[in-house]
Structure formats: structure tokens, C-alpha cells
């Protein structure tokens, strides 16, 4: 058996395409600031594809670039500035951020209805109880992929190894409210390939390179490997590449999850304008 590969860019131009329909009939324009606090390389290749991706739908990308040294209190106030900017329809900050930033802080700080990321606890707490209103990019943009490839997710034991914020626990929010049996593994987990062996669905999500072999893997399981990581010059996942001769799907490192994560996030920066423009409503308005 070898792996048939999951076109994430495929996938991330037709949704792509779908955003650009919107934004011209949504009639409002639409901005995404981006916060960059220093000049860490990978943070900044990945601002400048979600500013290209911006362009190329017809969201203005606002530009942020401050510098490593600034304090909690001027990374606040630019995002209090940008909450009341009616340009601004959407504000991601870049994380990581600078050791003497409380990112906690500064995620409570970007206004719900402006938190494209999905990580505000208003938008958190919505998808815990069901009524999401923004989801992390991520994990929506790892949904789509399954509804593409026609995973059958009710009923299905789905494993997701890694517990953060921005991927493990959304992640297995979303494929509980699909009806799968979700389970969160990580880093303590006993015995880490027998849970993940009896996955139907495994979501691979650690930022360690070759964290699941092909023998924790169920033959035939759809693997969807979130880990970016460069070995000797060379991007791989977080899932060995002899993986492929047992799984029945799964996501290439690089081609896989990273273009949907983009793509996600752009159709929640439209989900922010529609909201912002009474189109839709925000069922909860507050910190």
C-alpha cells in the first residue's frame, strides 16, 4: 500500500478563489493587520505569505514590523489602536513573541470580533461549547481537507498527538463536533504508539521530526502531519516518510496542511468583515 498524498495546495487555490468571490460581493472593504514583533526568519516567511495570499483574494494587508526590544505595554497599545481601527478587519499577531511579552495577555487583548486567529477565550469558549465562531486556522483548514478527500469522520477513532492552543485541542474539538471519538495524546502519553495505532484518523501536531513511524500507524489510517521542521536543510513533518507504505491518505510536508492553514485564515478574515458589517451576528461582544 502506498499513501495517496492530500493536495493541500490544490485544495487552498479553490478555497482561495471562493474567499475572492466573497470579498467582491461582501461589498465592505476588508483589511488583516499583521503584528510582527522582531525579526525571526520563519515568522517573517510566513507573514509574507499570508500578506501575498491577502492580495491575491482583495484583503488589503496592513503591515505591522516592531521591533524585538518593545515592551507588553507598546505591543498593547498598537493593539488597542488596531482594534479601533476601522481599516483593520481582522489582526493576527505572529507568535512567537519576545520573552518579556506575556502572550496570554496580548491574545486577551485583540478584540473578539477582530480575532482571526480564533484564540481570544470568547472564541475558544464558542467552540468548546459548540457555536464556533472563529476556529485556529489549522485545524479548519485540516477540516476541509478531510471533507475533500471524503473522510468518514462519524464514528471514526480520530487521535490528535500534541495538546496546544492553536492546533491540538481546537483540532480535537472540531472532530468531536463531527461525531468522531477524539482522543488527545502527547508528549506523557503511555505507550504512544498503541493509542495512535488505533487511529482512524491520526492529526500529528509536535514539532519533533519523525515522532510517529509506520508501526504506530493503523494500515490504511488517514495521517495528517502538521509538523514543519527543517532536518539538513530539508523541510519534513513531524511523521516518518515510511509512513506512506501504510496509510491509506496522507498530508506531504511541505504541499499538505501549511496552504489550507492560509486559506482558513483568510475565510475567517471574510467571516470577521461580515460580522463587523452586521451581515452576521457575533453572538458575544466582550473580553
Known amino acids: 500500500m502506498t499513501a495517496v498524498l492530500m493536495d493541500g495546495k490544490a485544495l487552498a487555490a479553490k478555497v482561495r478563489a471562493e474567499v475572492a468571490r466573497e470579498v467582491e460581493e461582501i461589498g465592505v472593504s476588508i ?4 503584528v510582527l514583533v522582531g525579526e525571526d526568519p520563519a515568522s517573517a516567511v510566513y507573514i509574507r505569505r499570508k500578506q501575498e495570499a491577502c492580495r491575491e483574494v482583495g ?3 496592513i503591515d505591522h514590523k516592531l521591533d524585538e526590544s518593545l515592551s507588553e505595554e507598546g505591543l498593547l497599545a498598537v493593539i488597542e489602536e488596531l482594534n479601533a481601527d476601522d481599516r483593520v478587519t481582522g489582526i493576527l499577531v505572529q507568535l512567537p513573541l519576545p520573552e518579556q511579552i506575556d502572550e496570554d495577555r496580548i491574545i486577551r487583548a485583540v478584540h473578539p470580533i477582530k480575532d482571526v486567529d480564533g484564540f481570544h477565550p470568547t472564541n475558544a469558549g464558542q467552540l468548546f461549547q459548540g457555536n464556533p465562531t472563529f476556529a485556529a486556522a489549522t485545524p ?3 477540516m476541509e481537507l478531510l471533507r475533500e478527500y471524503d473522510v ?9 498527538v500534541g495538546r496546544s ?3 491540538g ?3 480535537a474539538l472540531l472532530l468531536l463536533a463531527e461525531h468522531a471519538t477524539a482522543t488527545i495524546a502527547h508528549s506523557r502519553t503511555q505507550d504512544l504508539g498503541a493509542v495512535t495505532k488505533d487511529a482512524d484518523v491520526l492529526v500529528v501536531a509536535v514539532g519533533r521530526p519523525e515522532t510517529v513511524t509506520a508501526g504506530m500507524v493503523k494500515a490504511g489510517a488517514t495521517v495528517i502531519d502538521v509538523g514543519i521542521n527543517r532536518v539538513n536543510g530539508t523541510l519534513v513533518g513531524d511523521v516518518s516518510v515510511d509512513v506512506r507504505d501504510q496509510a491509506g491518505l496522507l498530508t506531504p510536508v511541505p504541499g499538505g496542511v501549511g496552504p489550507m492553514t492560509i486559506a482558513a485564515l483568510l475565510r475567517n478574515t471574510v467571516r470577521a468583515a461580515r460580522y463587523q458589517a452586521g451581515q452576521l451576528a457575533f453572538p458575544l461582544d466582550g473580553r
Open 140 to 142: 479548519s483548514g485540516i
Open 169 to 171: 485541542k481546537p483540532m
Open 31 to 34: 483589511g488583516l493587520a499583521t
Open 59 to 61: 484583503i488589503e494587508p
Open 152 to 160: 468518514a469522520l462519524k464514528g471514526a477513532r480520530a487521535v490528535v
Open 165 to 167: 492552543n492553536i492546533v
